[in-house]
């Protein structure tokens, strides 16, 4: 077994940094039977063998160690999405960017530091498309004494989640080798249960029993890979009050539209004549690449006296390309900005980045036959640079000054300028494959315009920023231009770690750089990632101990480039 946080160091940050309770779990992935969809002789990987994984729950301020014991054929990693992890990105997990896989045996030691977040996070796997089947809740309530900015009866969680016909590391690692389309899911899950459209699954739909009168917070955590989702509820609206663990100001609304790696609160009171409603998870799709069109459902049910037979009514969603409608939604998101949860949007930017967001071909290697577009290979890129993960983690490369690991010269612009969202096919397909971070100075005020692109197949892509929550401020179709500015919201813009950056257009999004340490920033359609839609933010110290990287524990996951 591997070694674990020495006893002295452990506490020395237990004191310093500790604000709440002190928590303890123990994760252990391994193999487990599984039965579904047909499926009587598989295996998958789990943790404590759930899927979805267990929940974590928390009070605001609280610090929770989780113990990950790795009992499974090959390594991964554990990342806590959405938890900003102060000063210590030593347990934030993304592959080769903070740690190197835990090794089959072995057990690693997490510190979750919770600090400023409200609401629902999630935790999954970091390595190849294992969170796939690795993931689950983190439910952080208010800190004791004070209360939820709204009233409702019972809670519940909601895990959307992409079933695979086979193991995801297999479906990855064939892709890559291939520069091929990676397999698409077969099915979407709620609670682990595919739901009665697919096969051997009728008695496997996920109900959820209200009482007539009673409000209910669902707590709706998006874990899939690939695919953005609508999600409504026959004949009853649903009101919007929070997104990955920041408040929102109260949205009524009769569907919504979830990426993969966001959160959404919403309240749903049982208001309607007692019955059964189908709550549906449907897709979004602005592509022309391949996609899973399958929906799922799950069952609203009334407690009490009446015909239980009865077909469910279904919710009318926007379809599968309703770009309008996704975007709509997305828009009239605004952050609560109360007197207890007030909005502090930099409005001082002393430092403009623009990255452009492109799906790219790169050649084929020769004396091989890949599968992707005209014989090439599938590849992305920001701002023309597919990222390249390194053999050992930058953190640790980064903390200990080793050279020639990374590039500190990721650009602040495009590599050129052209009509972005236009005709592009004069122009080359093909990015940079290398390893470059954006370094940041502590307490810079940051402003990133992500900016769409026409390449290959041009899609919403949302972009996951690690050890920050963000203000999105502005978004739109088409080019940016600098005209945009003064229509920014800098009064409520929603403060959230995920963000849908329309299909051929633009988004901004400002954050102040006060968390110094290594964070990845990559988009959450894992095809994308997987390609290179990725880079790392290197936030520099600053000048105080509370403002400085925090030294790694007695033991990290060993990397066998190092």
């Known amino acids: 077994m591997g070694r674990f946080l020495g006893v002295g160091f452990t506490l020395t940050l237990l004191f310093c940094m500790a604000q709440g309770d002190v928590l303890h779990y123990d994760f252990v992935v391994k193999e487990t039977p599984i039965d579904k969809l047909c499926e009587t002789d598989r295996t998958i990987l789990t943790v404590n063998g759930m899927f979805p994984g267990p929940e974590i729950r928390a009070h605001k301020g609280d610090t929770i160690y989780v113990n990950v014991t790795n009992m499974g054929p090959y390594g991964f990693t554990i990342h806590w999405h959405g938890v900003r992890q102060i000063q210590y990105p030593w347990s934030d997990g993304p592959e080769y960017i903070t740690q190197c896989p ?121 874990s899939g890979l690939n695919e953005e989702m609508f999600f409504g509820i026959a004949e009853h609206n649903i009101t919007v009050v929070g997104m990955d663990g920041a408040y929102l100001k109260p949205l009524n609304t009769n569907f919504l539209m979830i990426t993969p790696g966001q959160t959404m609160d919403v309240l749903v009171t049982a208001d309607q004549t007692p019955g059964r409603y189908y709550m549906v998870f449907s897709p979004f799709v602005d592509t022309n690449a391949p996609s899973n069109d399958n929906v799922t459902r799950g069952i609203f049910e009334y407690s009490g006296s009446y015909n239980h037979s009865e077909t469910p009514a279904l919710p009318e969603l926007p379809g599968f390309t309703n770009k309008s409608d996704a975007g709509n939604f997305t828009i009239q998101l605004r952050s609560l900005n109360s007197e207890e949860h007030p909005s502090t949007v930099p409005t001082n930017i002393t430092r403009n980045i623009t990255i452009t967001v492109s799906v790219n071909q790169q050649p084929c290697p020769a004396n091989q036959t890949c599968t992707g577009p005209d014989g090439s290979m599938h590849s992305a890129s920001l701002n023309n640079i597919s990222f390249w993960a390194p053999s050992i983690s930058i953190l640790q490369a980064y903390y200990n000054k080793t050279s020639g690991v990374y590039n500190k010269t990721f650009p602040d612009t495009p590599p050129f300028v052209f009509d972005y969202t236009g005709d592009v096919s004069a122009l080359g397909e093909a990015a940079n494959v290398s390893t470059e971070v954006l370094m940041i100075n502590y307490n810079e005020e940051v402003e990133i315009r992500f900016q769409g692109t026409n390449f290959g197949a041009a899609e919403n892509h949302p972009m996951h920023l690690h050890g920050y929550s963000f203000y999105v401020v502005g978004m739109g179709d088409g080019n940016f231009s600098d005209s945009y500015i003064s229509e920014y919201n800098t009064v409520d813009p929603p403060y959230v770690n995920t963000v849908g950056l329309p299909k051929n257009g633009w ?56």
Request: proline fraction near 7%; hydrophobic fraction near 30%; glycine fraction near 8%.
């Open 102 to 222: 835990i090794p089959t045996n072995s057990s690693f030691l997490q510190k979750v530091i919770l600090t400023e977040e409200e609401g629902t996070l999630w935790w999954h796997a970091h390595s190849d498309w294992t969170r796939a089947t690795i993931h689950g809740p983190i439910i952080i309530m208010p800190t004791n004494g004070t209360n939820y900015p709204y009233k409702f009866d019972e809670q519940h969680t909601i895990v959307i989640s992409e079933w695979y016909a086979r193991d995801t590391k297999d479906i990855i690692d064939e892709a890559l080798a291939s520069g091929g389309d990676p397999d698409l899911s077969v099915a979407y899950t709620i609670n682990g249960q595919p739901g009665d459209t697919y096969a051997c699954s009728n008695d496997s739909t996920y109900n959820l029993t209200v009482v007539q009168g009673k409000t209910y917070l669902l707590r709706i955590i998006h």
């Open 507 to 562: 988004t901004s999004i400002r954050f102040k750089a006060d968390n110094p340490g290594v964070w990845f920033m990559h988009c959450h359609l894992e095809r994308h990632s997987s390609w290179g839609m990725d880079t790392v933010l290197i936030v520099k110290d600053g000048p105080s101990n509370d403002q400085k990287l925090l030294p790694p524990p007695g033991y990290m996951p060993p990397c066998s480039g190092s």
